[in-house]
Each structure stands twice: as C-alpha cells, then as structure tokens.
C-alpha cells in the first residue's frame, strides 16, 4: 500500500510564509507527477501546482508569482512555498501523486488527507 502524508499547514497572517511537505511511503517502483491541490469551504477542489519527475511544472492562476513548488526525486517528497498569502489562500491543502506501484505492479493515482491551511486579515 502506498500513502502521501502532508505536513505544514497551520495559521498565518495575511501577508506571511508557509511551506508544505508531502512525503510518499510504501512499496513504490516510481513516481509520476505530483502536485498540490486546495479546497476552500463551499468550493470545488482547485488546482495549486504541479511538477513532473523532470521538473516541468505547472501552476493554478492563484499560485503564479506567489508559490514555488519543488520536488526531491530521492526522498519522495513534493514541497510547496507559499508566499505572501492571503485570506483567500485559506483552504484545506492536498498533496496528489501518480505512483507506479511494486507488487502489485500498478498505477495508482494517490491523495494525501490533507493539511489545513488558515490565513487570517
């Protein structure tokens, strides 16, 4: 079985830094693209990021300028540095990961529980 575990989420004020982890566990052959997804109260879940083993990385219109989001190959992990943020970055944070899965082989599009992400004005 394999899992994503977020960290970092917590309150901030307007204006302020965070920094997200995700880390996979599990029996893992290899991971795809991962990436970062919000869901704000009342909301449909959006897009945040996303970047390839590669490192080709996309971005939601609410990120550009503001997020950086990175990835460590060797140690499963998926970041995401989230600068002056703002009342409205105030979401539940998702981390998200295509795995490529040992015994049984198989592809498995995996979602973390989620981070809780509170930006206060």
């Known amino acids: 079985q394999v899992q994503l575990v977020e960290s970092g989420g917590g309150l901030v004020q307007a204006g302020g830094s965070l920094r997200l982890s995700c880390v996979a566990s599990?029996?893992?052959?290899?991971?795809?693209?991962m990436g970062w997804y919000r869901q704000a109260p009342g909301k449909q879940r959006e897009l945040v990021a996303t970047?390839?083993?590669?490192?080709?990385?996309n971005y939601g219109d609410s990120a550009k300028g503001r997020f950086t989001i990175s990835r460590n190959n060797a140690k499963n992990m998926v970041y995401l540095q989230m600068d002056n943020l703002k009342p409205e970055d105030t979401a539940v944070y998702y981390c998200?990961?295509?795995?490529?899965?040992?015994?049984?082989?198989?592809?498995?599009?995996?979602w973390g529980q989620g981070t809780l992400v509170t930006v206060s004005s």
């Open positions: 998200k990961a295509l795995i490529i899965q040992l015994s049984p082989l198989d592809a498995l599009d995996v």
């Open positions: 599990g029996r893992i052959s290899s991971i795809n693209a």
């Open positions: 970047i390839t083993t590669g490192g080709v990385i």
